[in-house]
């Protein structure tokens, strides 16, 4: 029988990625056959799985400090929000529909059987499966029909450990919380709990413990440190870019503006990384800064509608003042679609507006389609030859005399598009910052010495770092039962 444990927690952002991708490290590195797995995900950061179709970035993040090929059914049911109230629904690896949030919930009985049976194919040859739940299953009033948390866990029989985090305050208030208003059934799944994200000297917080286990009578599982190296891995989601700012005092400035419906963001992270880059995300309320010499323009799950939300926060002007003033810009899927002179959706695909003027920058118009392109991709730069390596997640084709100057040869075809004068570059790859040699190159372009990083190593440090810090602080006879 494959063992199983699943990490819930008190709330979002507790740091459960993070200690999946962790414990699946550690699992890895004892040679235990361990796979992550996560019901429902709700985040506009996807992947492409390796067997094709999108997937959670965590989740393909997870498969990777598994040492195992990622798979649609990592993450079966996947929530791209596309508006205040609506999201596209991804099941197992496809658009499957969209939903607002009420009738998703009508929606929920029907996922659970792609759920486990996803959950089943994960199972299948593996010693351990880690499961992440999401948001918190103090969440009652979603618990009818709930796939995420207890709903889950209930009908697969996996026992839960909740996730408290220290930092944010209140985690003794919010263990006991949780527990009172469990039902019976649910809190019988908790086998105990573990604090995260604790600063300074773990023995100050012996008498919280003593109480959480008087209040609740569940077992601590350990106290986990603040784990700097969780800052090297790709950002998941939403919650965390609302925790980025500026990465230093690198001598090239890039200014990304941060537009409410922002997708697959982490292709920045290669580039946070650096020492010599000066990454500023742009609010709003903020302006583009005067001195920025790059500015780049990511992903978006509805084109048209960030557009409109650019042009309010007056961020139009400044891109095009910055253009005029020599600066350069580089957009990236919804980014490049942006960067064109319109923007057409006739069959309504993004659920707004169906058509928008684009900031004319490239001379290339985008038309929106139902068919999705989702792909790994290999690609070569054209302007240097360099290799390129990413992935594709997007509607709509783009076309324009802009096109003749393609930015790379993705997969034998030309892709994006260059101005005549080479400031504004548009492409449909995610991840090419992750390139080491496109990115050594891009910096040395703006006079930094671009020395060549290896970023995929840095992670695979990171990880395995996160996996010594848990090993470390968990209980030693849970883990022994989990990882035997």
């Given amino acids: 029988m494959t063992k199983a444990i699943m990490l819930q927690g008190t709330g979002s952002d507790v740091g459960k990625t993070v200690l999946v991708a962790g414990l699946c490290r550690l699992a890895a590195n004892r040679g235990i056959s361990v796979r992550p797995f996560k ?46 109230n609506g999201s596209q629904i991804v099941v197992q690896g496809k658009v499957w529909g969209q939903a607002k949030g009420r009738d998703y919930q009508k929606l929920k009985p029907q996922l659970l059987d792609y759920v486990m049976q996803s ?91 003593a109480a959480v286990g008087r209040f609740t009578g569940w077992s601590s599982l350990g106290v986990v440190p603040w784990l700097k190296a969780a800052s090297r891995l790709p950002a998941e989601d939403s919650v965390a870019l609302e925790r980025l700012a500026r990465s230093g005092g690198g001598a090239l400035k890039v200014a990304v503006p941060v537009l409410p419906r922002i997708a697959n963001f982490d292709d920045l992270d290669p580039l946070r990384a650096e020492p010599d880059v000066d990454l500023a995300f742009v609010r709003p309320g903020e302006r583009i800064p005067a001195d920025a010499q790059l500015v780049i323009l990511p992903g978006s799950k509805a084109t048209i509608a960030d557009l409109a939300d650019l042009r309010a926060a007056g961020w139009d002007a400044d891109v095009t003042d910055h253009v005029r003033r020599g600066g350069r810009v580089i957009g990236i899927c919804g980014g490049y679609q942006m960067l064109g002179v319109k923007v057409q959706d006739p069959e309504g695909v993004e659920g707004g507006a169906l058509e928008a003027e684009g900031l004319g920058l490239l001379a290339v118009e985008t038309v929106m389609a139902p068919e999705k392109t989702v792909r790994n991709s290999e690609a070569t730069s054209v302007e240097c030859g360099d290799p390129l390596s990413g992935y594709q997640i997007h509607l709509g084709v783009t076309r324009g005399e802009d096109c003749g100057r393609p930015f790379a040869i993705v997969d034998g075809k030309p892709d994006g598009a260059v101005s005549g004068d080479g400031r504004v570059t548009g492409t449909y790859l995610h991840g090419l910052f992750s390139s080491d040699a496109y990115r050594s190159r891009l910096l040395r372009s703006f006079g930094l010495a671009g020395g060549i990083r290896n970023y995929r190593a840095g992670v695979e440090q990171a990880l395995d770092e996160i996996a010594a810090e848990l090993e470390f602080h968990l209980d030693e006879r849970w883990l022994g039962e989990l990882l035997s």
């Fill in 39 to 84: 019901p429902q995900n709700m985040s506009n950061n996807a992947a492409v799985a390796d067997d094709g179709g999108e997937i959670g970035r965590a989740q393909w993040l997870q498969s990777m400090a598994a040492r195992v090929p990622s798979s649609v059914h990592m993450n079966p049911v996947l929530l791209k929000p596309q508006s205040e």
């Fill in 119 to 209: 959950f089943s194919r994960v199972s299948t040859g593996a010693d351990l499966v880690i499961v992440e739940g999401a948001g918190s299953p103090a969440e009652i009033n979603l618990r009818a029909g709930d796939i995420a948390n207890m709903g889950f866990a209930t009908r697969a029989g996996v026992p839960v450990v909740l996730v408290g985090d220290i930092d944010r305050g209140g985690v003794i208030a919010s263990l006991v919380g949780t527990h009172a208003i469990l039902s019976d059934e649910d809190r019988a799944m908790i086998s105990g709990y573990v604090i995260n994200k604790f600063r300074g000297d773990v023995s100050l917080f012996d008498d919280g413990i």
